[in-house]
């Protein structure tokens, strides 16, 4: 078990271009989690996928973002025509039901958008 | 919605003393989780304690225990003989137990500094 992974650990991009974020879920977590979490906050929920399904989008979800989990094991974030407002640390964790549902985080992504 | 509220935004305490960090939350449910995160630094998050609203007891992990107090919706973390390891920050977050979300919704988080 070697714990949630992330890749890149840090992103910088210009204005307007697209960008992709992964996560491997620890081994045998069937649910997988995204958060955004910006200065001086706490991590606000993006979406939830249950193996290959996603479940749960938060509003906060516009259009230019989407998520995918295509096997049901790692998951992908892309973010299209990026804008500074997307500037954040971008949080995966996975969860697996039976094991007290707990949230296990990764390093995360930080993205900034020049 | 629910919400998590942390209004103290930095504590500070004295190596090997105790250190209180409070939480309120605001739900309609009866079924819930919460949860104190640390995330030091470096930022990776880590679990400290969780808690299970049907259960009476108040969890507690080593040095961390909390007091539940489910009719005040009030979820206070203590650490006791603080370490340095314990500068971070904390965040308090709930999760529904009735089925359908099961996303964490998090407080803003305090910063604990620790000192020598």
């Known amino acids: 078990d070697t714990g949630v992974s992330q890749d890149p650990r840090h992103k910088i991009t210009k204005r307007g271009q697209n960008v992709t974020f992964r996560c491997d879920p620890i081994?045998?977590?069937?649910?997988l989690y995204w958060y955004r979490q910006t200065l001086g906050q706490g991590p606000e929920f993006l979406t939830y996928?249950?193996?290959?399904?996603?479940?749960?989008k938060s509003r906060l979800l516009s259009d230019r973002f989407s998520a995918e989990r295509p096997k049901g094991s790692f998951s992908t974030l892309e973010i299209q025509r990026t804008e500074q407002g997307d500037s954040a640390m971008y949080l995966c964790a996975s969860s697996s039901r039976g094991n007290t549902d707990t949230q296990y985080f990764g390093p995360g992504t930080r993205l900034t958008v020049l | 919605a629910q919400t998590v509220t942390q209004s103290q935004p930095e504590m500070s305490v004295q190596e090997a003393e105790t250190v209180t960090l409070s939480c309120t939350y605001d739900t309609s449910e009866s079924d819930y989780y919460l949860f104190w995160y640390k995330q030091p630094p470096s930022r990776q998050m880590i679990l400290v304690i969780r808690q299970e609203a049907y259960k009476q007891q108040n969890a507690t992990e080593n040095r961390f225990s909390v007091n539940f107090q489910k009719a005040a919706k009030s979820f206070s973390l203590k650490i006791s003989d603080s370490q340095l390891g314990d500068a971070a920050m904390y965040f308090c977050?709930?999760?529904?137990?009735?089925?359908?979300?099961?996303?964490?919704?998090f407080g803003k988080g305090m910063k604990l500094t620790v000192n020598p």
């Open positions: 996928f249950q193996n290959e399904a996603q479940l749960e």
């Open positions: 081994s045998e977590h069937n649910r």
């Open positions: 977050a709930y999760r529904s137990a009735m089925g359908g979300s099961e996303k964490l919704v």
